[in-house]
């Protein structure tokens, strides 16, 4: 089920948030703990705005490309090595 809004804390051991089905009927959940899995998207509006400003820009991560996380670690390793 979607996240709707934002997880409210309640107390250190209850958590409640607002959730949608795939129809739409939105309930609220308390539980203990709570996953969030959102999508990922890549954020990289800065690359554009220095381009051309003769500053040299190595995109890693999930900037270039939302993927695991041993991509964005791999890459950056990779790149440090060759600045």
Do not use: F, W
């Not at 089905?21 to 939105?26: I, K, L, M, S, V």
């Not at 890549?42 to 041993?70: C, F, M, W």
């Amino acid at each position: 089920m979607p996240l709707m809004g934002s997880a409210n804390l309640c107390t250190p051991e209850r958590l409640r948030a607002m959730v949608a089905d795939g129809e739409g009927a939105r309930r609220t959940l308390t539980a203990s703990k709570l996953i969030i899995c959102a999508p990922r998207r890549s954020v990289n509006d800065l690359v554009a705005k220095i381009q051309g400003e003769n500053i040299t820009v190595h995109v890693v991560g999930d900037a270039k490309l939302p993927r695991s996380y041993a991509n964005g670690i791999h890459e950056s390793a990779y790149m440090s090595r060759h600045i």
